[in-house]
């Protein structure tokens, strides 16, 4: 498998809390904006000397664009591409113990305070741009504003896409993918959740990059559970490739044709080095088959994730 159908996330890094298990340990152990930017930066610089050339940020990342920009300006790296999101604020404070951490809000108005937001640190590196959780009760699908917003940035050179969550991705999907405006379709990517835990979404993806879009894989390792709680039949294909269960969980997404990234998000250079080793994991037929009788209802699933607490 090749480094460069992998792309890093910033979501651990970019702020002091977030779902991810196996965070303890690996962040500073004082999460300041000083202490994360520099946990960021050795994340990056070890990404970029593995051959990773995409990073993947979101205006509800915390400081993730601002960290990011700032690590392309000191190092001066060509050729990183750059995909980011909006649609969720950050509204944490930098604490670890808010109420809240994230608004979600998809209008118009959001989509243009954000994007500017995101030019003003990013500039022209940022080559797509996504809806932040895009589910099918958004109220995107009706908003014509919004719709024609995003079809003028996409005609500006920006492709467009969406992020799926929750147990209907696949018909958020579908119903994405069909949004056209003046004749030609508002959206050319996705970034869903798809993991040996919760692979629901696989038909609609595949449909997807039949259909000539891009198709990023995000939560592949479900939140850490694949490295904490790693089921006995990963920790097992793990033993007999002599690596760690993260891997293997890498492994099983880039093993799907239609996946153009994963994107994975270490908290530190230890667990991305661990991660990387996904790209000399060639997963046997009953490997695959074994790893796919993992899956777990969705709702389940969802429901799962849904209580996980922000550390």
């Known amino acids: 498998m090749s480094v460069d159908r992998i792309a890093l ?22 999460r300041d904006v000083a202490s994360m930017r520099a946990a960021t930066f050795a994340v990056l610089d070890d990404a970029y000397a593995a051959g990773v050339r995409h990073v993947d940020v979101a205006r509800s990342y915390g400081r993730s664009e601002e960290f990011l920009a700032g690590w392309l300006a000191e190092r001066g790296h060509p050729g990183v591409e750059i995909s980011s ?26 989509f243009a305070t954000q994007w500017a937001e995101t030019l003003a640190l990013l500039g022209d590196r940022v080559g797509l741009y996504q809806v932040h959780s895009l589910t099918v009760d958004s109220p995107l699908f ?28 696949a018909d958020a999907i579908e119903r994405a993918f069909a949004l056209e405006v003046a004749g030609r379709p508002v959206f050319s990517a996705v970034q869903s959740t798809w993991n040996v835990l919760e692979p629901s979404a696989g038909p609609a993806l595949a449909a997807a990059h039949a259909a000539g ?27 007999a490739h002599g ?34 080793q996904a790209t000399a994991v060639d997963l046997t037929a009953a490997e695959r088959d074994a790893l796919a009788a993992l899956a ?10 849904s209580s996980l607490e922000w550390d």
């Open 85 to 110: 999101k909006w649609g969720y604020a950050y509204v944490g404070q930098w604490r670890l113990d808010a109420d809240v951490h994230e608004a979600k809000e998809h209008s118009a108005a959001r």
């Open 296 to 305: 777990e209802e969705p709702g389940a699933y969802w429901r799962h994730r």
């Open 243 to 276: 690596t760690g269960p993260d891997a293997v969980a890498v492994a099983a997404v880039l093993a799907n044709h239609w996946a153009d990234r994963a994107v994975i998000g270490p908290a530190s250079p230890a667990q991305l080095a661990a991660n990387l």
């Open 213 to 239: 879009n891009r198709v990023l894989v995000k939560e592949t390792l479900a939140n850490g559970r694949l490295a904490v709680e790693a089921p006995a039949a990963v920790r097992e294909i793990a033993a």
């Open 142 to 169: 009706a908003d014509e504003p919004l719709l024609e917003a995003l079809a003028e940035l996409s005609a500006n050179g920006v492709a467009v896409g969406f992020s799926t969550s929750g147990p209907a991705q």
């Open 9 to 30: 996330g910033l979501a651990a890094l970019g702020r002091p809390a977030y779902i991810n298990l196996g965070r303890e340990g690996a962040l500073p152990p004082v």
